[in-house]
């Protein structure tokens, strides 16, 4: 008796993506381009208009590279972006009903529906994402 070689097997077919984490990963890429562009057309405004606070919107870039870089790792299905993902939604999410503009905080607004969307997304497939490498342990 002789045991099948491992050259005979069929190639393991890789694990089916979890859909609702492609769709996270989506409304996160999405959302960062949007809020960067946002923000560059912004910049372009007020500076036309000479406006001396118009330099302030260089703060909204690091929460779109934010976005950006949690719909990466959702691609990737890496539990780093999970967290990433519900950290960025809740942080814009509570800037929106205490800070910056709170007369258009409202539950049905798109910020807070798709931030909302994205959050129930990964916790519903929080089974789907990896655990990140650790390096050097």
């Known amino acids: 008796m002789s045991t099948p070689a491992s050259a005979d097997l069929p190639p393991a077919a890789p694990a089916p993506r979890a859909k609702g984490l492609l769709v996270a990963a989506i409304l996160c890429g999405l959302a960062g381009i949007a809020l960067a562009a946002a923000a560059c057309w912004s910049f372009i405004v007020e500076s036309g208009r000479n406006n001396a606070m118009a330099g302030t919107v260089i703060f909204v870039y690091p ?61 519903l497939n929080w089974r789907h994402l990896r655990p990140s490498r650790q390096v050097g342990a």
């Open 63 to 123: 929460v779109a590279a934010l976005y950006c870089l949690a719909g990466y790792l959702l691609y990737k299905p890496h539990r780093a972006g999970g967290w990433l993902a519900v950290m960025t939604c809740a942080l814009v999410a509570a800037l929106q009903f205490t800070g910056i503009d709170s007369s258009s905080a409202t539950w049905f607004s798109p910020v807070v529906l798709g931030n909302l969307a994205v959050v129930l997304l990964v916790i």
